[in-house]
């Protein structure tokens, strides 16, 4: 149940998200989300600490180890962007706040990428964990251009590129 609820929170938040009526409230649901899943993240870790290895699924979802010790780095990092993120984006002296559908986009956008990461590191079939690395640089390239402008859109379409070619060599790799 703690690897589908792992799954499961960040979709529901990012879902969340596009319910709310301001940027401030849109970034902060968000941020709420990615805590809760960086709780049960760091719960997950500790659980495979104590008992071993978690799986949950059939044996398609799995946590050992090195995949807890990845969940919890993933939490910090995400806990700790999206505090900053709430900060940044809704300050008094930023010249280019964001819009509230904006924010929305970018907290459900933000979810849905720990969603995946997520995924990648508790897939125990590498076919799952490829279809996470994929998923992971679609939503990626759509946070790169949150904000519709030519740079953007140059950069998200570079970005594409450069990591699918990079996760299909990766994934070609490993098959071999």
């Known amino acids: 149940m703690l690897l589908w609820l792992l799954l499961a929170v960040p979709v529901v938040a990012g879902g969340v998200t596009f319910l ?4 401030r409230a849109a970034l902060q649901a968000s941020a709420a989300g990615v805590i809760m899943a960086g709780v049960l993240g760091s ?4 659980r495979v600490s104590l008992d071993g290895a978690v799986t949950a699924g059939g044996g ?16 910090v990092v995400y806990v700790l962007s999206s505090l900053y993120a709430v900060a940044y984006f809704t300050a008094e002296e930023n010249p280019h706040p ?31 964990m490829w279809v996470g690395m ?38 070609i790799g490993t098959l071999l």
Do not use: Q
């Not at 398609?60 to 939490?75: C, E, T």
């Not at 970018?106 to 990648?120: H, K, P």
């Open 98 to 128: 964001l819009s509230a559908s904006e924010a929305r986009r970018f907290g459900a956008l933000w979810c849905g990428s720990l969603a995946v990461m997520t995924l990648v590191f508790v897939s125990n079939s590498l076919a799952l």
């Open 20 to 23: 709310m009526p301001t940027a």
């Open 60 to 75: 398609w979802l799995r946590v050992d180890a090195l995949s807890g010790y990845h969940l919890v780095v993933l939490a």
């Open 134 to 171: 994929e998923a992971t640089t679609l939503l990626t390239a759509f946070l790169i251009s949150i904000r519709t402008s030519k740079e953007a859109l140059e950069a998200s379409w570079k970005y594409i590129l450069i990591c699918s070619l990079g996760v299909a060599l990766a994934f």
């Open 43 to 46: 719960l997950a870790a500790w």
